[in-house]
């Protein structure tokens, strides 16, 4: 892997051809034909305004982190449980909608459908179990239904919706541990849902593949060694496929045969290292760590785990965006690699 260039920008929420999106504690960058434009979101606490200062405070009190999802040009944003939309031909930043139980959603886990149709689920430490809902805006966000609920006691949270065009159908991960962690096949009216898996944590996923006759996912499970899953569309088995050093967050597609993931340290005894690893597959079959960050010797519980994380958009090997967290040398950190 050889670094072209290095930023502050702690997160790098899209990157294609032309068009950049990053964010630095609260303000938002949109870099687009060599111009760059900046906004600020709300922060109305001022204790939080003076820690966001500092790496560190940010990182202990979670404030580096947002969700920023480019839709037709516009943007939609999530930070400290509220989501906001942003007009980039007025500048104007609406908020649409306040989450229940969740600060954040997991990256890239809001994704959207041809005709337009925006989905994400509430991601949050959810210990009462209360019920968890998955979102849906037909207007480019700046409207928002609660198109689906999970009963209390049935999951922890929702790691991701994601659509599968070979099915115009939404797949939703959910988690964390005994019988809760399932994959969710839905229409898009969320009026025909069905479940797929035992609620254990082969289930357990963050991100998933879609090819014509296979769905693939990647573990993610610090309880357990994760595996890369290959699940048959016509008989709905499972197959298991390589064993991975620590618990999958993230994929990235290149091309219909090349792959990206991530995997994490965390806590348990499924991870194997104290490494964040980045992968590569060009078959869907062997993935094989091109680097490896190592963990910084901040502790786990208050200031993160080791995380590899990609930019949506699309990109080519020779110019891939990742950012990182909680490792050494490269924490708050965006990186773009040649990986050719």
Known sequence: MKIIQQSNREIIHFAEQDTLISSRYRTIFIKTDEKEVS???????????????????????????????????????????VVYHYNSSTKALKETLKL???????????????????????YGAN???????????????LSW???YT???????????CYYDEYTDKIWVCTGDFKDESWLLVANKDFTEVKKIGDGQQKYRTC??????????????SPIEPSHHIIFDRKTETIKIGQKLMGPAWYTKKIDDT?????TTREIGPGVLDNNAHLYITKDLKNWVSIKQFEKDNWTMKYFKFGIIGFADGKQSLDAVHIFLEAVKKYDGKALLCDLS
Not at 100 to 122: A, D, L
Not at 150 to 160: A, C, L, W, Y
Request: glycine share 6%.
């Open 39 to 81: 906004f600020k979101l709300p922060e109305k606490n001022f204790f939080k305004r003076v820690f966001g200062l500092f790496r560190i405070t940010r990182r202990l009190l979670r404030l580096d982190k947002c969700n920023v999802f480019y839709h037709k040009n516009n943007l939609i944003l999530i930070r400290q449980g």
């Open 100 to 122: 229940r139980n969740c600060r954040n959603v997991m990256h890239q886990s809001i994704n959207s459908t041809p005709e337009g149709y925006i989905y994400f689920g509430e």
């Open 127 to 141: 210990n009462e179990r209360t019920t968890v809902p998955v979102y849906r805006s037909i207007d480019g966000g």
């Open 145 to 147: 239904k609660e198109i």
């Open 150 to 160: 999970f009963p209390e006691k049935s999951i922890k949270h929702v790691h991701g």
């Open 207 to 220: 991100s998933i593949i879609f090819t014509k006759e296979k769905v693939h996912w990647l573990m993610d």
């Open 258 to 262: 090349t792959y990206l993931a991530t």
